[in-house]
């Protein structure tokens, strides 16, 4: 079996790519605070963590 | 912020595929910048970036709405140009085959990574992986073939490129 390949390779339009990916780390950041506080409000143990 | 690399590393990844593991993509969120002009430098050099579906799993699971699920689809998109390597049966069985190797060291090891490294078995010489776990990639069975830092206002973030050579 052959590794699959892009069908053209594209360049990352950086300015457009750094915008979407604030808005991404904006997610992660929620759930990482999700995650804290679900388990602080459940008196689990916290990992150092999330991923 | 620059990332420090050998050039070298970048000419044995030339006509490779590039195995981008979870902790990659959210890095990128939190440092897009210094990933893009590295990213588009691999692109140029003939480097196809690439993921499983478990990195995208793990990603993509907690979106709290579909517009921040949508944001971190094209994100992983934006990247890898929908280069997804398939899990197949033999690397399941590869999976199987780590976990005895791994032996006690395997304890606390993801399924992904586990999966990551039985696409690295099954694709060898032409699949190398990017990650910032170097300590779930056990050196007695995969081949660390470089070093990459970036450094930051709270140290140094040190991420390995791992290939199956064996």
Same mark, same amino acid.
């Given at each position: 079996m052959s590794l699959p390949k892009a069908k053209k390779t594209k360049l990352i339009d950086e300015e457009k790519f750094i915008r979407l990916a604030k808005r991404v780390n904006k997610s992660f950041e929620e759930e990482v605070r999700y995650i804290l506080e679900t388990k602080m409000n459940n008196g689990d143990k916290l990992r150092p963590c999330a991923y | 912020m620059e990332i420090n690399y050998d050039p070298a590393l970048i000419n044995s990844l030339r006509n490779k595929h590039l195995l981008l593991d979870t902790n990659i993509f959210r890095d990128v969120a939190s440092k897009p910048s210094v990933f893009t002009s590295f990213f588009n430098l691999l692109k140029n050099s003939d480097v196809t970036l690439a993921t499983i579906d478990l990195v995208k799993f793990e990603i993509l699971k %907690? &979106? *709290?709405n579909n517009l921040k699920y949508e944001e971190k689809e094209q994100m992983i998109k934006d990247i890898t140009e929908e280069v997804i390597i398939p899990t197949t049966s033999e690397m399941i069985a590869s999976v199987y085959e780590l976990i005895k190797q791994y032996g #006690?060291? %395997? *304890? &606390? #090891?993801s399924v992904t990574d586990l999966y990551l490294g039985a696409a690295l078995i099954q694709f060898k010489k032409n699949l190398f992986l990017l990650t910032? @776990? =170097? =300590? @779930?990639?056990l050196q007695r069975i995969f081949e660390l073939s470089g070093v990459i830092n970036i450094p930051c206002s709270k140290g140094i973030f040190t991420y390995g490129v791992y290939q199956y050579t064996q």
């Open positions: - | %907690g &979106s *709290a #006690i060291d %395997g *304890a &606390s #090891i910032r @776990d =170097t =300590t @779930d990639f």
